[in-house]
């Protein structure tokens, strides 16, 4: 497989299986190799692309179209004809939806595996084995003290992503007496925005374990997302034991219960729950706990790596 979504590939990784990464010397896009800011097993090995065809791999999962290609060159074997093969689909369609059909809709002999429920409805999956095997979460533990009165959002690419990731409706989500810090890669990028208060906090790219002991730091979680499958900073984050408050697209009403915090469609309404709770900590506190329950419980890790078990499991025999 290739390292594509670094935080979904560490719980991946959690399992009893060998991964073997494509690395390339530049550790591009096709080859990055093994992670540098999340913690992997030993039984994650990099090997350059020559040494792969005789690797002796059982299954290739894949992530993106180009890697049919990638993967029949370097293994001399095409994926699904000659070695079992899972596609992974972590995002929605962006265009022609409900219409548009999935790069494996005619490909019968690969497995696609959609990480929401969501995803699996709004693709055309034409003839392609589809399943659905929701995210499972490395715990990272109960870290919420809610101990600054701020809000906290993790966003990738703040400003080319804007549209997509909804940092755009930050101004109306979040009250201008509630500070802001945004967390994730190039989230300093977010100062050019014209409406970007000098108050607001930026914090580019954190390894993973400082990222989720600044977040539980912070009051409140707030997830603006118009058009993501789910985003896995909102489950860490409920593990933390945050409350939450997100923007109801995608999958999030699955994700968060009433008593976790606020889903909505209507950003005055997210805005009065962020302002309620930067300033109850004892009610941030009781939702954080809920938060926390609910995502143990269907974000485990365990959960995750047996329904991969018994998908790996199928697919080679």
């Known amino acids: 497989m290739w390292h594509v979504h670094g935080s979904w590939t560490t719980s991946f990784v959690q399992g009893r299986h060998e991964v073997v990464l494509p690395v390339l010397p530049d550790r591009g896009p096709d080859g990055r190799g093994r992670a540098t800011t999340w913690d992997w097993p030993d039984r994650v090995v990099e090997l350059p692309p020559e040494q792969l065809a005789d690797a002796g791999i059982?299954?290739?999962?894949?992530?993106?179209?180009?890697?049919?290609?990638?993967?029949a060159q370097w293994l001399r074997r095409r994926p699904g004809a000659d070695v079992p093969a899972v596609y992974v689909e972590h995002d929605l369609p962006r265009r022609e939806v409900p219409y548009l059909p999935h790069h494996v809709a005619d490909r019968?002999?690969?497995?696609?595996?959609?990480?929401?429920?969501?995803?699996?409805?709004?693709?055309?999956?034409?003839?392609?084995?589809?399943?659905?095997?929701?995210?499972?979460?490395?715990?990272?533990?109960?870290?919420?003290?809610?101990?600054?009165?701020?809000?906290?959002?993790?966003v990738n690419e703040p400003v080319r992503r804007a549209r997509?990731?909804?940092?755009?409706?930050?101004?109306?989500?979040?009250?201008?007496?509630?500070?802001?810090?945004?967390?994730?890669?190039?989230?300093?990028?977010?100062?050019?925005?014209?409406?970007?208060?000098?108050?607001?906090?930026?914090?580019?790219?954190?390894?993973?374990?400082r990222l989720h002991a600044q977040l539980g730091k912070r009051r409140v979680y707030v997830h603006p997302?118009?058009?993501?499958?789910?985003?896995?900073?909102?489950?860490?984050?409920?593990?933390?034991?945050?409350?939450?408050?997100?923007?109801?697209?995608?999958?999030?009403?699955?994700?968060?219960?009433?008593?976790?915090?606020?889903?909505?469609?209507?950003?005055?309404?997210?805005?009065?729950?962020?302002?309620?709770?930067?300033?109850?900590?004892e009610a941030a506190a009781v939702a954080g706990k809920a938060a926390r329950a609910a995502a143990l419980e269907r974000y485990g890790l365990e959960r995750f790596l047996t329904r991969w078990d018994q998908l790996l499991l199928e697919v080679t025999q």
Do not use: K
């Not at 909804?166 to 300093?188: C, E």
């Not at 593990?239 to 009433?258: D, F, K, Y």
């Open 58 to 71: 059982d299954v290739v999962l894949l992530q993106r179209p180009q890697e049919f290609d990638l993967a």
């Open 108 to 154: 019968p002999d690969v497995t696609l595996v959609h990480v929401t429920h969501v995803g699996a409805a709004l693709w055309d999956n034409g003839r392609a084995r589809t399943r659905v095997i929701e995210h499972g979460i490395v715990d990272p533990g109960a870290r919420w003290t809610g101990e600054l009165d701020r809000a906290a959002v993790v």
């Open 164 to 209: 997509l990731a909804g940092t755009d409706l930050l101004p109306r989500l979040i009250p201008a007496d509630v500070g802001l810090d945004l967390f994730g890669m190039q989230a300093s990028a977010a100062r050019e925005l014209p409406w970007w208060p000098a108050g607001n906090g930026t914090f580019d790219d954190l390894p993973q374990d």
């Open 225 to 281: 997302y118009r058009w993501t499958s789910l985003g896995l900073s909102l489950l860490e984050a409920m593990h933390l034991g945050m409350p939450i408050v997100a923007l109801g697209a995608s999958e999030t009403w699955r994700a968060v219960p009433a008593e976790a915090g606020l889903v909505s469609s209507d950003p005055d309404e997210c805005r009065a729950a962020v302002r309620y709770f930067a300033h109850e900590h």
